[in-house]
């Protein structure tokens, strides 16, 4: 529905070009001088050529990604009514969160960081020594002599505590612990690095809204209602004689240019919002 409507808009904006290139045509007829007049089919045959080029260039150009993003209530700007775009206001953090929830690289990034986490956890633990305690009980008896011709003996019982160490003792896997650690601060940069990147696409395709809409904003309530008033003043100065139609031209030709400047502020609009949604991983509501 967004693109349908955007296109509808870009056609009526060409469009109502087209009506004014037209439109000097009919001009153009109450003019008597037939050397003025071929100069004259020159200028509008070129104005046209150029309205139709621009209605190519620009509908095939548009993103198509881009104009998802668009809420458009488009109308022709010669009338009175209002161009208005509403990009999403979403803050940075909810776009970087969107992006940890849709983007592969990024969940691998995490990823990376835990398992090296586990690793050094695990370097830590086998570098702990392991003991082993262990009990002996014992039994011994020794003859002492013959007492009314039996033998007598001296028996005694040993209860004996061993604790076993494991060697080296003084090294507790320090080599690998620092190992685990190095990767692990190495994971945590390349997280880092990935995030601040992301942060820096979105800001900068925000950005790109922000200045594509303030452009179209200045060209809709400015520029091209400044630019249609002096067109009507030559055109209306024209009727009554008081201009030629070269200087009616010249007028026609600055409103075209204004209102190829809107077009391409709309193109620039929608590829500034495709690039965010590049940048998310995913279409932003």
């Known amino acids: 529905m967004a693109k349908?409507?955007?296109?509808?808009?870009?056609?009526?904006?060409?469009?109502?070009?087209?009506?004014?290139?037209?439109?000097?045509?009919?001009?153009?007829?109450?003019?008597?001088?037939?050397?003025?007049?071929?100069?004259?089919?020159?200028?509008?045959?070129?104005?046209?050529?150029?309205?139709?080029?621009?209605?190519?260039?620009?509908?095939?150009?548009?993103?198509?990604?881009?104009?998802?993003?668009?809420?458009?209530?488009?109308?022709?700007?010669?009338?009175?009514?209002?161009?208005?775009?509403?990009?999403?206001?979403?803050s940075v953090d909810s776009l970087v969160r969107m992006a940890l929830a849709n983007r592969p690289d990024l969940r691998a990034a995490e990823a990376d960081v835990a398992v090296q986490q586990a690793s050094l956890a695990a370097a830590r633990a086998a570098g702990k020594p392991s003991v082993a305690v262990g009990a002996i009980y014992g039994r011994s008896s020794d003859a002492v002599g013959l007492v009314g011709g039996r033998e007598v003996s001296n028996a005694e019982n040993g209860v004996g505590v061993g604790l076993v160490v494991g060697?080296?003792?003084?090294?507790?896997?320090?080599?690998?612990?620092?190992?685990?650690?190095?990767?692990?601060?190495?994971?945590?940069l390349r997280q880092t690095v990935v995030r601040k990147t992301l942060e820096r696409d979105i800001r900068v395709a925000l950005a790109g809204v922000a200045l594509a809409t303030s452009r179209i904003e200045t060209l809709r309530r400015v520029i091209i209602p400044s630019s249609q008033g002096a067109l009507r003043v030559a055109e209306t100065a024209f009727g009554r004689g008081q201009v030629n139609i070269f200087e009616v031209l010249q007028v026609q030709r600055t409103y075209n240019e204004n209102t190829t400047a809107l077009l391409e502020g709309m193109r620039q609009l929608a590829a500034a919002l495709a690039d965010l949604e590049a940048a998310v991983g995913a279409p932003v509501p």
């Open 167 to 188: 060697l080296p003792f003084g090294n507790r896997n320090q080599g690998e612990v620092l190992r685990a650690r190095f990767a692990g601060e190495a994971a945590s």
């Open 4 to 90: 349908s409507a955007f296109l509808q808009g870009l056609g009526s904006e060409l469009d109502s070009r087209l009506s004014y290139t037209i439109y000097q045509q009919s001009l153009l007829d109450r003019d008597g001088s037939a050397r003025e007049a071929a100069l004259q089919e020159v200028e509008l045959a070129r104005l046209l050529g150029d309205s139709l080029t621009s209605r190519y260039r620009l509908s095939d150009s548009l993103p198509g990604a881009g104009l998802r993003f668009l809420t458009v209530a488009y109308t022709d700007t010669a009338t009175a009514r209002p161009v208005r775009f509403n990009p999403i206001e979403a």
